[in-house]
């Protein structure tokens, strides 16, 4: 009798490891799915990335802003164009030069930040709208100009 229940156990054991798998039709169309997902997902996630850029840049543009004024406040002007925004990180070199200028500039930073495409924030005196200054990055593309992600963010805008 013992030879019967093993013959019938190992039966039993075959067929069970048969069923307990996937067919690989069954794995290709686990991946098609979860691919198409990723897909989806990706992309929605790239629009979000490309928002976040957009509204980096507006807040760093209303930075500084923000320490313009308040250089303008402490030293009776804005920096000059030659100065630059590196005048809100160190103290100038050029003419007019601060006669005091906080140890600490007027940014966090010790180097005007890129914006976020990395490219270079351009700074303008007076500005194109006749106001002091003029803060701008030109978008994704880094050219004037431009739609969506690569129209021009302008302090004189926000």
Known sequence: MEVGKRAGNVGRTIMEKTRSGFTFLEVL??????????GVVGLSLYQHVRKAKIEAARTQIKTFQTAIQ??????????????GLLALCQKPATEPVPKEYPEEGYLESSQVPLDPWKNEYIYLVPGRKGEPFEV?????????GGTGEAADISSSDI
């Open 136 to 144: 701008i990055s030109y978008g994704g593309d880094g050219e004037p």
């Open 70 to 83: 308040i250089y303008r406040t402490e030293q009776g002007r804005v920096p000059t164009l030659q100065q």
């Open 29 to 38: 169309i686990s991946v098609l799915i979860i691919s198409i997902l990723s």
